[in-house]
């Protein structure tokens, strides 16, 4: 049993020594991660061009939170915007609160607090010809593409809204409207 023993040890020390004497690889089990493709942030497809920071996204790709906007900013896309969108949202207080108080620091300024087009700005004949809600041919589509591109003189809000902030506000122009209309 002791002979076994000692041959046995004997062969362990034999093959670590021999295991351990050559370094060189062989074989490769995925030879990409032992000889990886070198990236110099700085060249000229890396995240600099130019000394300027590429900021455009890579193509394909959509940005975390945001969803695609499938109108463009033309008048054709504003009819279809306007004859296809419909609000996800569920018409409750809850959005129709916080539509307020959206309208209230975006929009009321120009459109007034009534959407007469009555406005701070309109007052101070800072901006002429601000429209009156009850005098516009509006539905959700078209509230909600005027506040994504813009119209005549008013500038895209999309980027100070976010999506649910911006059909909160489409339900809170509604309802100043058939309030007008009354």
């Known amino acids: 049993m002791r002979k076994y023993l000692k041959f046995s040890i004997a062969f362990l020390a034999l093959a670590s020594v021999v295991a351990c004497s050559n370094r060189e690889r062989k074989v490769q089990y995925m030879p990409d991660m032992y000889v990886s493709v070198p990236y110099n942030p700085n060249g000229a497809d890396g995240i600099y061009k130019d000394g300027v920071v590429n900021s455009k996204p890579v193509a394909g790709t959509i940005s975390r939170g945001n969803v695609p906007y499938d109108y463009a900013n033309t008048d054709a896309d504003y009819n279809r915007a306007k004859d296809e969108l419909k609000s996800p949202l569920a018409k409750d207080e809850a959005n129709l609160e916080n539509g307020k108080k959206m ?3 975006y929009c009321a300024s120009c459109h007034g607090k ?5 406005g701070v700005l309109s007052q101070r004949e800072k901006f002429t010809g601000i ?16 506040i994504m591109h813009g119209k005549n003189l008013m500038g895209s809000h999309a980027s100070q809204l976010t999506i649910k902030e911006r059909w909160q506000v489409v339900q809170y122009v509604e309802k100043l409207r058939n309030d007008l209309l009354k």
Do not use: A, F, L, Q
């Open 103 to 105: 309208y209230d620091i």
């Open 114 to 118: 009534k959407g007469d087009g009555n």
């Open 131 to 146: 429209p009156n809600y009850k005098d516009r041919d509006i539905t959700e589509g078209s509230i909600y593409h005027v």
